[in-house]
């Protein structure tokens, strides 16, 4: 059976070698593939997993899913350190070689502003969680018994419903301050849809999404002013991932901070 | 660069970038998996797969009526 091309990333021609060791999906060895000045990193994959059907039906076994996008990732990363790859969307296959040449001819010009943009830049993700800690009806409210009037249950009702507004309105003035400086130190900035708490199994609800683009010299200031924010509210936790290629900035529009969803 | 400690990556927030993320190219495919709604599909899998491991709350709440 023929084997198919499943093409991780475009960049520019590299020096460096990769990593002896490292594979794409399946196993497979990596090859490099120029074109017109651009790189695709490729690796051959069996027609019976990756064609059009049966791509479609793996990608709802969360197995074969979680394996190939972490097997995705690790070419990804490991072109991140010797190159600044424009990666692409999981799952790009081509038929043949001729296919991924015609690709970068066709798309040679987009892909080549897409490298320039993110020339230089990694991607820092940063996630606010909004974790409510205390239970204000048991705080706030005296027990009369059994017997508490209709009164006293109102205004129990009432002052958790004003403690959970505040705590909100806390959590939202909070989360779009620090989208603001962050955004002010990136190149670029893309909000992702916050994560589902049942996906992500953390605790807390996901008040913020963001990934910045941000120039490798500029990283550690940018890495520093999140950590900073760490502490400053006791009921919200920002968590920092990365540093990642850019995947959110690998599109045409994604540069004016649209949000994805 | 300061390189944060390196934990295995949430799966979800590797979904966020891979899913969701990337460059979509166009042309001489002759393959256009680009088309699949894609989130829908992750989301899918992963609801499933998280009801098949944990009880649902669901399940639970009714459990103790």
Redesign the interface.
Known sequence: MNDLRYVYAVCRPFEAALQSDLVGVGGAPLKQLAHGGLVAVLSQVPEADFGYEPLRAHLEDLDWLTGTARAHQAVIAALTTVTCPVPLRLGTVFRDDSGVRTMLQDEGEQLRELLSRIDGCVEWGVKVYAEPTSEPEQAEVPQHGPSASGRDYLRMRRARQQGADRMWARAESFADKLHRDLTARAAATRLHRPQNPELSRVSGRNILNGAYLVGRSASEEFVECVERTKDQEPELRVELTGPWAAYSFSSPDSENGEEVW | ??V?ERRE??????????????????????????D?D??R??????????SAQVPSPFEVLEARR
């Open positions: 660069m300061t944060i990556i949430a799966l979800v927030d590797l979904l966020d970038r891979l899913l969701a993320g990337g460059v979509v190219v166009a042309g001489d495919l002759t393959l256009r998996i680009a699949v894609l989130v599909i992750d989301l899918k899998a992963l609801i499933s797969s998280v």
